[in-house]
């Protein structure tokens, strides 16, 4: 073929309309990619936002005389004199005498509402843990009802929200703003406890504790039957009609909407054996039945990547099949293994539809202490609470999903710091 | 070989995880139903935990329908011991109950609780009627001629009551499956659909075309589904001054400084109006106990005593703080006796 000058001519016509082709292809990406990272970015400065309220709290700061009288309390040994004794009732003559003008029985109650319902609670535990404070009086911080934490805040950040407020209750708040006795507190609850319908009292342990033992018992569960099923269909299973329908159903499963494997679990786990609702055994084994196919995919194509020269070699060198596999091929597999299961536990994290059938989606106050102890999870909290109608709820909901959203990011940067620091390339 | 061992120990896994289950006792109270109720059985459940030292009961939001059939699928401590309905049990639920062998249930009236059309605190409150609702909202409304039906052909509330503001109709509301749609419906639609004469008559001589009429709800775009999420809804109103939208009381107590309620029937949503029945959209809350699990869960009887005493669910009663909007003060007293005696429901109540 001669390279004529019309030839040439018209490839330089090309030329220009091809690098023009690839540079609006490469502007299309890199809007794309743009588009993309400003959305999480808008996401994420929203969620911020929103959240870093809910780890800072309102706390009043209040004389509180620790009176036996007004307790009621003539043993503190006595168990039941303690537990039924009016702790709150400390907590009312504090405002009182802090307030010696409101009269009202009316006004008295909404002045008793500016402390959380929780507080009489605090002073017990204060008092109970250290009884020589019998008698005095000390100035401590009680941690304000979410009406008043979201009167603070609001006011801290120039637009008061009052709706919530009668006029005593704004007039009491403004003598303690005037006297700095009332302020911004780290908000340790958040951290420490679980559940609760007051927002001010409400935290993320219940949920992270039991989304822990959830994603334990999927990972017992689903790695090793999904590794062993790997290396079984991919090493030792005769390739015929039966494996075939085996892998085709498998691909399929992995593409399953996640509820179907609710339903499922409803359908054997609960009802069939009978194992309660609600707990993190049957959590477990619902994710684990979910992951399993995503498992069982990512270990088999850690397997195929395993040259078969290795393989050749261990077996020219007189091993069996099984010493093949398991001395050779699987440690080379397993940091693919690894993080296929990773982003399998990672997927499970964050499921709510197959827990709403099997009862995980529910109120539980109690930190969960054993996998037979009724649970729930992170992202059911955040579900759970973005339903709430108490607006303080609105910064908790936005906390938890940071929360979430933290425990994500590890197991995904641990999956490619595994598959980093492992992996051999051939 | 260690193959062999690793086999064992997963086959030995699965059989001890799948063994366990069987349940012997259960120490925690079990609570199911509307996610209405929710809010306040949760309230309920975190005091009587907190008080008493005890276990706090597990509240499933699983709505009032699915929860009556988990309620009524058996005695024994696989199932729960309440449900909380924001409607009356039915008399299909009920016998369904019967047969699984859940023979005595006892019911609990706690309160009320409101639907409110809301709009943004920028726009005027609307005053609107229930026949306004119907004439706005339903798929298909009554012709000038009785007994003809058209496609609803208002664009704006003007066009369905001249006092009303030249406004296009724009309702965001909850979507069919829940539970405050089928009150919302019932109440508000329904109520204004009897107002037609015809349609009155109808009822009485074909039951299924009228509700085929009243209940259904228009598709052209005029009332938007915006989620079960009450919240977004009122996100919603902010965003969009123009629109109304339909949720609970409790929502609205909430957020009274970004939303406010329409008049109905020259009625504004508040605690007094609901609780005297005069707001005419609101609807009765309940909760169902299996008597058989009184003695064998520990602690249904107190559970149930915090539920009907005064400072929980009384006029000024830490519920009545939530937004539910209490009974009557005999009455209260008269159903908390009836609880604290556990009287069942006997079979002969109007169920529908």
Redesign the interface.
């Given at each position: 073929m001669s390279k004529t000058p019309q030839h040439l001519e018209k490839i330089q016509r090309s030329l220009v309309r091809r690098y023009r082709a690839e540079k609006a292809f490469r502007w299309c990406g890199m809007l794309a990619v743009t588009l993309g990272l400003t959305a999480v970015l808008v996401v994420f400065a929203d969620i911020f936002m929103k959240g870093t309220g809910a780890f800072s709290a309102t706390y009043i700061a209040l004389d509180v005389t620790y009176d036996r009288e007004v307790l009621g309390i003539e043993n503190f040994a006595d168990q039941r004199q303690v537990?039924t004794a009016d702790w709150e009732a400390l907590l009312k003559t504090a405002l009182r005498k802090e307030f010696p003008d409101v009269r009202k029985r009316s006004e008295k109650?909404k002045l008793y509402a500016l402390a959380s319902?929780?507080a009489g609670?605090d002073i017990k535990d204060r008092l109970l843990a250290n009884l020589r404070l019998l008698g005095e009086t000390e100035t401590i911080w009680i941690l304000a009802d979410d009406d008043i934490d979201a009167y603070y805040k609001s006011w801290l950040g120039g637009n008061a929200?009052?709706?919530?407020l009668t006029d005593g209750q704004l007039g009491a708040l403004q003598a303690l703003i005037d006297t700095d006795r009332i302020q911004l507190h780290f908000n340790a609850n958040f951290l420490s406890r679980g559940d609760?319908?007051?927002p001010e009292q409400a935290g993320i342990k219940g949920a992270v504790v039991g989304s822990f033992m959830t994603l334990i018992?999927t990972l017992?569960?689903s790695f090793?039957?999904g590794i062993?099923a790997a290396i079984y269909l991919e090493e030792f299973a005769p390739k015929n009609a039966l494996t075939e329908f085996i892998e085709v159903n498998i691909n399929n499963l992995a593409a399953v909407p996640s509820i179907i494997f609710g339903l499922l679990g409803l359908a054997i786990?609960?009802n069939l054996?009978?194992?309660?609702?609600?707990i993190p055994?049957v959590g477990g084994?619902v994710l684990a039945v979910m992951t399993l196919p995503t498992v069982i995919i990512t270990s088999r194509a850690a397997i195929k990547s395993v040259p078969p020269s290795i393989r050749e070699a261990s077996l020219g060198m007189g091993a069996s099949r099984?010493q093949m596999?398991?001395h050779h091929v699987l440690p080379l597999a397993l940091p693919g293994m690894l993080t296929g299961a990773i982003i399998g536990m990672a997927r499970a994290l964050g499921e709510t539809a197959p827990l709403l059938m099997i009862?995980m989606?529910?109120?539980?106050?109690?930190i969960p202490r054993g996998f037979?102890d009724?649970a729930t999870v992170l992202p059911v909290q955040i579900f759970?609470w973005?339903?709430?109608?108490?607006?303080a709820f609105?910064e908790k909901t936005s906390a938890a999903i940071m929360v979430l959203l933290g425990f994500l990011v590890t197991m995904n940067m641990s999956a490619v710091w595994l598959r980093k620091r492992l992996e051999r390339r051939w | 070989?260690?193959?062999f061992r690793?086999?064992k120990?997963?086959v030995l896994?699965?059989s001890l995880?799948?063994a366990?289950?069987?349940?012997v006792a259960?120490e925690?109270i079990?609570v199911?139903g509307s996610?209405t109720v929710?809010?306040f059985?949760?309230?309920v459940?975190?005091r009587y935990?907190?008080s008493r030292?005890k276990?706090?009961p597990?509240?499933?939001?699983t709505g009032s329908g699915g929860g009556m059939k988990l309620f009524c699928a058996g005695v024994g401590?696989?199932f729960p011991d309440i449900t909380n309905s924001s409607r009356r049990i039915k008399k299909s639920e009920f016998d369904q109950c019967q047969e699984n062998g859940v023979k005595d249930v006892i019911e609990v009236h706690i309160g009320f609780d409101g639907i409110v059309l809301a709009n943004s605190i920028v726009t005027e409150p609307m005053s609107l009627t229930r026949k306004d609702i119907f004439l706005a909202l339903a798929a298909r409304i009554p012709s000038d001629t009785d007994g003809q039906l058209i496609d609803n052909p208002h664009e704006t509330w003007q066009q369905v009551n001249a006092a009303l503001p030249p406004v296009g109709i724009e309702v965001l509301g909850p979507p069919p499956t829940s539970g405050t749609r089928d009150a919302f419906v019932e109440l508000a639609m329904e109520g204004g659909c009897k107002q037609i004469p015809w349609l009155a008559e109808l009822k009485k001589t074909d039951k299924d075309a009228f509700k085929t009429i009243c209940h259904t709800v228009r598709e052209d775009g005029k009332y938007i589904e915006a989620g079960?999420?009450?919240?977004l809804i009122v996100q919603k109103l902010q965003a969009n001054p123009k629109a109304l939208g339909i949720f609970?009381f409790?929502?609205l107590?909430?957020?009274?400084?970004t939303v406010h309620g329409s008049m109905i029937e020259s009625v504004a949503p508040n605690f007094d109006s609901i609780a005297d029945k005069s707001y005419s959209i609101s609807r009765p809350l309940y909760f169902y106990v299996k008597k058989a699990h009184v003695g064998v869960v520990p602690g249904i009887e107190d559970f149930l005593y915090e539920f009907t005493s005064e400072k929980a669910w009384g006029s000024?009663g830490?519920l009545a703080d939530?937004?539910m909007i209490p009974l009557p003060r005999e009455v209260r007293l008269s159903r908390a006796k009836v609880v604290r005696n556990l009287v069942p429901m006997n079979g002969d109540e109007a169920l529908k």
């Open positions: 537990n109650r319902n929780a609670y929200y009052t709706a919530r609760s319908r007051e018992l017992v569960l090793p039957i062993a786990f609960i054996f009978h194992i309660p609702r609600s055994i084994l099984n596999v398991l009862g989606v529910a109120f539980i106050v109690d037979t009724p759970l973005a339903d709430s109608p108490e607006r609105i | 070989m260690s193959y690793l086999a120990i997963i896994s699965v995880t799948v366990a289950g069987p349940s259960r925690t079990a199911v996610s929710y809010p059985s949760t309230v459940a975190e935990g907190r030292g276990p706090t597990k509240v499933e939001s401590t696989n079960e999420n009450d919240n609970g409790s929502f107590d909430q957020n009274a400084d000024e830490y939530k937004g």
